[in-house]
């Protein structure tokens, strides 16, 4: 099964999928922190994760 996620940020066109959980995870901390300026809980992002 893939995991996917999409930013939700204004004109940002952010998205990843991976059949790994933990490296979404990663890389949308990664995206929040490097082009938005702010931090995303892991269990925030988890619950945004959309599996396919």
Known sequence: MAHQFECTQQDCDF???????NEVVDMVQEHAREKHGMAM???D?????QRT
């Open 15 to 21: 998205m990843v999928r991976a059949n790994d959980e």
């Open 41 to 43: 809980d892991r269990s």
């Open 45 to 49: 992002v988890e619950n945004a994760i």
